[in-house]
Structure formats: structure tokens, C-alpha cells
């Protein structure tokens, strides 16, 4: 064999592990996940840009924990792979931040917490949720 036909082969058995790479179904791992309304106040008033979290009572590693963003109208919009998509079913305590935008120089920037520092871990929490296949129109949460 030639000493260039050689260094190819060698080449190629290196490179061809390589080429199956591509070919191994890489897509994320995916649950049902079922729509979520939940109002959410503070003080008898909407929480617009409030964030919240549903950590869930029984973990799964290839499932994200579900988050969401309070709306202008008080109504909280929640995702766990896409945007709006909903929760997982299961139980679920609810963590909530709500950070009010203030003026620092010439930016608005998030101010400090304003929701009761309770809420905002899932150990301190008392906000549990229970979510079910189809649409979920949970109980107003009030802080």
C-alpha cells in the first residue's frame, strides 16, 4: 500500500466514529404539559412581571422545572419547554419574586423583592398546586 493510500485509510477509520454522531435522535425528551390560569395578587392588586416557579413535589431529571410571568392583567402565563405551553401533571410548590422596576441613572433596572421572602423558596413556600391533564383554572393565589 502507498504511504499516501496508507495515511488515508488511517484517516478514514479515525473519521467514520465521527460520521454516526449526527445520526443518534438527539431531541430533547418531552411530557404532556396542560394549560395553566392562575390570577395573581399581592395586596388585593395584579403582580405584573412577577415571576413564578412550580417546582415539582417529585423531580424528573429530563423534565425542566415550569416557570412563569405574570401578565399586565394579573394573569400568570406558565411554560416548561415552550413558550405558554403549561405544566407537567403532578403536584407542585409554587414559588413567586416580584421585583419592581426602578430608575438607576438613566435605566430602569429590577429593584428589590417586594413579595414576603417566604414565597420565594420552595423549602418556605406554603403555595402547593395540583395540575391535571387538560386546562387548569387554579384558585386565585393571593399574597
Known sequence: MSPLRSRLSI?????????FVGCVD????????YP???????QG??????????????PSEDVPAPRGVVTREGQLQ???FNGGDGDPEGGYV??????RLIRRGDEIVAGPNVIPRKYASPQ??????????????????RL
Not at 484517516?11 to 460520521?19: D, I, M, Q, V, W
Open 11 to 19: 484517516a478514514l477509520s479515525l473519521l467514520s466514529p465521527l460520521a
Open 26 to 33: 438527539s431531541a430533547p425528551l418531552t411530557v404532556a404539559t
Open 36 to 42: 395553566v390560569e392562575a390570577p395573581i395578587t399581592f
Open 45 to 58: 392588586k395584579p403582580t405584573p412581571g412577577a415571576f413564578i416557579a412550580f417546582h415539582p413535589v417529585t
Open 78 to 80: 406558565v411554560s416548561t
Open 94 to 99: 409554587v414559588t413567586v419574586q416580584w421585583n
Open 124 to 141: 418556605t413556600s406554603n403555595l402547593r398546586v395540583r395540575i391535571a391533564a387538560g386546562d387548569n383554572k387554579l384558585d386565585p393565589i
